[in-house]
């Protein structure tokens, strides 16, 4: 890649820095942190392009520098020849590459007894200050595992469920003390604590967080944490204000027909992904190919987006194409107003309207107050589907729902934001459409995607398990909750391995698809798990 595209990376990254932060939360130490492209500089494009070097994209961005980095640009800059094997052996020389988590496992414990082993394997310790992409954090915290060696921001929120369920509330606590570090660092959550991460953030989960460890250190927590709420809100908040003489959408908020405000998924840069480069360089030219006069940058940004969304990746986010497939070339994640997402940001406004009753200003509890009624109706106005009896996510360029179910149109049960005729056939559907063997799958549709059919993952059994309950569907419920801790079970037993995601149409198959194999570990599962299976 040519030096003028390295530049326009460094100028877009400081751009984003200048967007997420006020001025005076800078330091010199923050203004110095890197994404990968910037920090190896033409190394990054040479390794990263080549699929001889890494299998996996996200391995060199993980690594860690063992020298200065000017210095090992320099080394590089004048490697001759910069032949495959050559490249190889300047990064063993020069990086410690990291090898996946190695995972504990016992044929002499129960599933439970293995989870409660792994809580210390997936933990690290506070992060000492060192170069490369991790951005260091003050307190212990738990990670996925396998591939994923740094804190992931939903993940987490599911990993607490079994943590509260093994009574690990000090490291809840440093969990959210972690979280809120990066708040007050950067104005948001990122996706994770790598610096390639600092363009996006992921479903914000933060606020129930926060309640979650109330529930173990009572509703002090609340106002100990409602200024870092607040500015979590603010950040996806950002940019209303701009939506005026007919713009209608500005990083992550848009203003639809009747003047409602509700969010989308955005990421705000629009190169390839550091950690999947070379996918995504092949599905924008294949973007290019198959639809004339598609713009590259924008095909990235809506590939970001989609990894912002945790659902990376979905036909929630694409377009059937000419032969009435799901191809990832079609993404537009950024044209689309999802449910879950304006869910979770109607759960922060009705915590921040709570904070602030507990600490006495009314008239910014009822402000708040306002903001959620407001957003519930809007969910209800445009998310809603009276014919299909489903919760599905809204285009605002066409001005049409979505044509895809999936678990997403759960959010409005779990958030009590349907009302009792909607719960109803929401879980009529379910019954009869999404539950499987194994439990629900992401969505109806089979793409190769990981997050559909016939994959099912943990945080959207346990959203549709609770948004059941909420509405008294609890034997569909429990079926669910039973049908997912068998699978677990079985897979428990042939392998003592927790998955990532699971294959919940065929038992006797693994879950699969997406740009990486299935993960061991596995945070959220155990999570979901534990919490489950104890109740």
Known sequence: MKRTTNNKILILFALILLQVCNSSCYSQEKIQIQIPEVLYGQLFYDVQANTNVFKDSKSFVDAVPLLDVALIREKYKNLNPKSDSAIIDFIQTNFKLLDNTSIYKSDSLSINEHITKLWNVLKRQPDEKQSGTLIPLPYPYIIPGGRFREIYYWDSYFTMLGLQKD??????????DNFTYLIDLYGFIPNGNRTYYLSRSQPPFYALMVKLLAESKGDSIYLKFLSSIEKEYDFWMNGTDKLTNGITAYRRVVKLQDGEILNRYWDDMNTPRAESY???????NEATLQIPGRNQEDVYRHIRAAAESGWDFSSRWLIKDKDYKFNLYTIHTTDIIPVDLNSLAYNIELTLSKGYQKVGNTAKANEYKIKAQARKNAIQKYCWNKKKGFFIDFDFKTQTQTDVYSIAGVFPLFFHIADKKQAIRVATKIQYSFLNAGGVSATLNHTGQ????????????WICIKGLRNYGQNELADTIKNRWLQLNRREYNNTYKMLEKYNVENLSKKGSGGEYPNQDGFGWTNGVFQRLSKE
Not at 278 to 284: C, F, H, L, M, S
Not at 450 to 461: C, E, K, R, S, Y
């Open 167 to 176: 009574n690990q509330i000090e490291i809840i606590q440093n969990m959210v």
């Open 278 to 284: 070379r996918e995504d360089i092949k599905t924008a």
């Open 450 to 461: 990981q997050w559909d059919a016939p994959n099912g993952w943990a945080p959207l059994q």
